[in-house]
Nanobody, 123 residues
């Protein structure tokens, strides 16, 4: 069965960096977009970034220039490098498998989700 397991979150100070990982199993990883979303308490889940099968990328305006999404198809893993973190980046970060469209940003375009990894940025 499809499994997505996130790791790499933590508690950091503003300005720090984190690298999130998403280990995938149970399907042909190279055939799918991989996206990252986040959800803060009391807010809706929001798009962060997506990487296509071929390595094309798309970012939310709120993280553009501070985040970099990548993938290693030999290790079935997607990554989200986050730099210059801000307190407003605090959220539960999810990775998801994208089955529909080209570099989709809508949650409904993704069919499997991980459990999330918490990122907390203190000021």
């Amino acid at each position: 069965q499809v499994q997505l397991v996130e790791s790499g979150g933590g508690l950091v100070q503003a300005g720090a960096s984190l690298r999130l990982s998403c280990a995938a199993s149970g399907y042909t990883f190279a055939n799918y977009n991989m996206g990252w979303f986040r959800q803060a308490p009391g807010k809706e889940r929001e798009f962060v970034a997506v990487v296509s099968r071929w390595g094309g990328t798309r970012y939310a305006d709120s993280v553009k220039g501070r985040c970099s999404i990548s993938r290693d198809n030999t290790k079935n893993t997607a990554f989200l490098q986050m730099d210059s973190l801000k307190p407003e980046d605090t959220a539960l970060y999810y990775c998801a498998r994208g089955g529909i469209g080209f570099l989709p940003s809508e949650p409904h375009a993704y069919d499997f989700w991980g459990q999330g990894t918490q990122v907390t940025v203190s000021s």
